[in-house]
Nanobody, 126 residues
Framework: QLLFVESGGGLVQPGGSLNLSCIAS????????IAWFRQALGKEREGVAC????????LYADSAKARFTISRDNDRNTAYLQMNNLEPEDTAKYYC???????????????????WGQGAQVTVSS
């Protein structure tokens, strides 16, 4: 059974930081690119960042560039999203997902991803 468990969300003030974790099970984690997506209330799910199988390549949505960092530890079957300088517009539920395409990764569409986690709520508010 494919499973992702996200953690690390919470309430933070603008300018603050959070580090999300996503632990995977039920498949060979190191064989798949991984991405973080987010979905705010009333909005479509959007890509935030993705990372290739070995972690050598990363891609970011424009909204995440220079503030967020995606990483992975294949020995621990875990992906991370370090988020700095958070803004109220970052408020959303954050999900990790497994790419169905083994080479490269994309943040432009959910179409190429499966095995979604249950999400971690991030709220940025003063």
């Amino acid at each position: 059974q494919l499973l992702f468990v996200e953690s690390g969300g919470g309430l933070v003030q603008p300018g603050g930081s959070l580090n999300l974790s996503c632990i995977a099970s039920g498949f060979t984690f190191e064989n798949y690119p991984i991405a973080w997506f987010r979905q705010a209330l009333g909005k479509e799910r959007e890509g935030v960042a993705c990372i290739t199988r070995g972690g050598r390549e990363t891609l970011y949505a424009d909204s995440a560039k220079a503030r967020f960092t995606i990483s992975r530890d294949n020995d621990r079957n875990t992906a991370y999203l370090q988020m700095n300088n958070l803004e109220p517009e970052d408020t959303a539920k954050y999900y990790c997902a497994r790419s169905t395409v083994r080479v490269g990764c994309t943040v432009k569409s959910t179409e190429y991803y499966d095995a979604w986690g249950q999400g971690a709520q991030v709220t940025v508010s003063s």
